[in-house]
């Protein structure tokens, strides 16, 4: 079920650094489950807190999650111990990544040159 929580955060049309904001406080589920006074209290803008709260309704998030176990697809999240530690370097990292394939090379020093 997190896995749900994850994909609908990763896609919503918000900043990447206010992603990232709320990732260092809560996970995605809490996420889901604050309220639009809560995102403001976070120095979230209302137009992205609105973002947030109108696109809640995960069926196209469902969709999704079975088409990324089709195909293999994995999401990995900012918050988890398989996000690279050279990416963690990166002012603006990418929230989240969606990966195909074997994960290992993503500390590979050949990837990392390639994005920065």
Do not use: C
């Amino acid at each position: 079920m997190k896995q749900l929580y994850d994909v609908w955060f990763s896609s919503l049309e918000i900043s990447n650094q206010t992603k990232l904001e709320l990732l260092e406080k809560y996970d995605t589920k809490e996420i889901w489950n604050l309220d639009f006074k809560d995102l403001l209290e976070e120095k979230i803008s209302e137009e992205e807190s609105w973002k947030i709260k109108q696109n809640q309704k995960l069926e196209t998030e469902k969709r999704m999650l079975d088409y990324m176990q089709k195909k293999k697809i994995k999401l990995i999240s900012v918050r988890e111990e398989s996000y690279p530690q050279k990416l963690h370097n990166i002012y603006d990292k990418p929230a989240f990544l969606y990966l195909r394939g074997d994960e290992k090379i993503l500390d590979d020093d050949s990837v990392r040159n390639g994005w920065l």
